[in-house]
């Protein structure tokens, strides 16, 4: 059964990058059928798609976050991780790695979620 | 951007009640509407993708309907279990969007 698995730190300095991975268990990382990608939510708000990387290593940002977002993979760790730079506090947010399906992008399985709080 | 509104925001509803809530894009998305469950403290949960295909393992009584820019997600027997929020998301084109949730709560 697939597992995700958010990691990194919980308390980020305003202008500094927030760093976390997504570790990913009982699947390969490297199928051609699956997307990964990086969602948020804010306290007591919706969710927000951050962005997404294929299985080709390419990736796709959301354009209200680009200027300060970078997805990569680690395939021989089985982990795809996000930095998102120059942080304020509304970078506040849990936030959420997902599994996308090829084809229609759903996102069928989420990690548990992490919280991150931006504040000095 | 595609915008995606819902409603109601929020409704309340007796176990056994059928509930319907609507889902509409700015734009046409085709089919390219998935439905999630998120209950507090928790991470969302997939229930319908393309519109109307169950996910596997969600329970029969949630089904999905429509094309184009409206939509439906319905339960047709409340449970107990049932009690959360729920959010729209259009997978048609990138930025990917969600609605702003409905929550249903017991009445």
């Known amino acids: 059964q697939l597992q995700l698995q958010e990691s990194g730190p919980g308390l980020v300095k305003p202008s500094e990058t927030l760093s976390l991975t997504c570790t990913v268990s009982?699947?390969?990382?490297?199928?051609?059928?699956?997307?990964w990608g990086w969602i948020r939510q804010p306290p007591g708000k919706g969710l927000e798609w951050i962005g997404t990387?294929?299985?080709?290593?390419?990736?796709d940002y959301n354009p209200s976050l680009k200027s300060r977002v970078t997805i990569s993979v680690d395939t021989s760790k089985n982990q795809f991780s996000l930095k998102l730079s120059s942080v304020t506090a509304a970078d506040t947010a849990v936030y959420y790695c997902?599994?996308?399906?090829?084809?229609?992008?759903?996102?069928?399985?989420w990690g548990q979620g992490t919280t991150v709080i931006v504040s000095s | 951007d595609i915008q995606m509104t819902q409603s109601p925001s929020s409704l309340s509803a007796s176990v056994g009640d059928r509930v319907t809530i609507t889902c509409r894009a700015s734009?046409?998305?085709?089919?390219?509407l998935n439905w999630y469950q998120q209950k507090p403290g928790k991470a969302p949960k997939l229930l319908i993708y393309?519109?109307?295909s169950l996910q596997s393992g969600v329970p029969s009584r949630f089904s999905g309907r429509g094309s184009g820019t409206d939509f439906t997600l319905t339960i047709s027997s409340l449970q107990p279990e049932d009690f959360a929020t729920y959010s729209c998301?259009?997978?048609?084109?990138?930025?990917?969007?969600f609605g702003p949730g409905t929550k249903v709560e017991i009445k």
């Open positions: 990387i294929y299985y080709s290593g390419s990736t």
């Open positions: 734009q046409s998305i085709g089919s390219y």
């Open positions: 998301q259009q997978s048609y084109s990138t930025p990917y969007t």
């Open positions: 393309v519109a109307s």
């Open positions: 997902a599994r996308q399906v090829g084809g229609n992008e759903s996102m069928d399985v």
């Open positions: 009982g699947g390969s990382i490297s199928s051609s059928t699956y997307f």
